[in-house]
Structures are given as structure tokens and as C-alpha cells.
């Protein structure tokens, strides 16, 4: 009766056949046996996806983002899937691509009745100076990006009042550091990181090498999250959650 969570990227220079055997073990898995499972980078590898999840998922990977959201049928029901643009501020990376910054959300209802609204985002790379935000176009539209999916959260929990809301990332700041716990936290005072203590990783461990940049938040506070074994799909390693329903 408890949200699965488990995350994961993809990464553009790896086969598609590791994202199916990835996928494959997260759908078999029982530690945790996930019915939520988040992705980044996977953009034009649906189809491997799906692949390795099988028809006991639902997935949902829409054009504007490289991110997906898959959900397990036999516990969810879909209410809504949909896009919104965080920011109209964009950057250009190192082969002259333009990019945005876009979130896809699904609203679900579970079994038990309870709603989950789930937001993901894959934020832009490079903003970390410090302690502070770069001043690059990165930074720029990293830093408007938070308030703007803020803004939309306030909009949707009005509009839906979903028993709990979530938003996941790959944030591309280091939770590690207090100073990056604190500036989100800034921005989201009533939601709780997945990584806080006692599921603090050590210093030395990380979802990117030791850097701890993939996270959700969320307005219910996780029972456990922990990193799971590297994969042949990505340099990110996975990491899952479970999520009790609020009392």
C-alpha cells in the first residue's frame, strides 16, 4: 500500500539493449518491486523502454522532454499526463543545441484511492559553482526553473489536491552539501528530500560518481531511499524510495 519509487537515466552513448536490461530488472525487482519507476535521458528510446517493462506499465515520454514516467497498471490508474515549461530562459550546449526546460507530470489514483502527483525534469547541467549558481545561460535557466515548477505545483495541488506530490529530477547540484539542501528547500518549504537523514548516503557515494544529484522531494517524508547497484545504461547510478501514504 506504499509508493515503490525507483530512478534512474538513461545516457545517449549507451546501447538501447541496456536501457531494456535495466528497465527489466526494475520491473522484476523485489527490492523494491517498484510501481513507480522515473526516468532521464530517454528521449527517442521509448520503445526500449517498454521493451523492458512489458505491458504491466504504463508509460508516458513526451516530446518536449527526454524524461519518463512509468507507473505499474495493476496498482495505478492514470488521471492526467501532461507538459508544462518551467522557464522561458535557454541554453545551448556544446554542439550548438538549444534547449528548454520542460517537466512531464502524471496524475495518479492508487488502489486505496490516494492520489500521486508525480513531476519529473531533467535540469539543465553545468550551474554548480560552489555553493552558488553559475552565472552561465545554464545557470540562468536552472535558477528560474525551480520558482517556475514551484509556481506550477501551487497551481496543480489546487486544482487536483492530490494526497501527496512529488517532484524528482536530475538536479545537477550535489545534495551532499547543505548549502544545495538549503536553497531548494527555500524554494519547496513544505516538501522533504528523499536523501534526508538517516537515508543520507556517505560522502563518498553519490547517484553521479560521489555527487548525490538525483533526488525527489516530496510533501510526505520518505520511510527509506537508498542507492541501488550501478547499471550498464548510464554513468548515473539507480536509487529507490518507499513512500508511505500520509496518516
Known sequence: MTIRHGHSSSRYDRSSQSLTNEAKQF???????ANLITYTEVKSREQALRDGLGDAFG????????VAICWRKDKWKQQLKETHKLTDKVWTDGQGNSHQTWVATVLLRHNNGHTLWVSLCHLPSNVEAGCNVDSNKQGAAWK?????????WDNS??????????VVADWNIDFHKQCWRQYVAGIWPNFWLSWRDPNMPPEN?????DRLIDASWASTKAKNCWLLPDDNSSDHRPWAQIVEWPA
Open 205 to 209: 557515494k553519490g547517484t553521479h560518481g
Open 27 to 33: 520491473a522484476k525487482a523485489t527490492d523494491p518491486q
Open 157 to 166: 495541488r489546487k486544482q487536483h489536491k492530490p494526497t501527496v506530490g512529488m
Open 144 to 152: 528560474s526553473a525551480l520558482p517556475g515548477w514551484k509556481s506550477y
Open 59 to 66: 508509460v508516458y515520454q513526451p516530446d518536449q522532454t527526454d
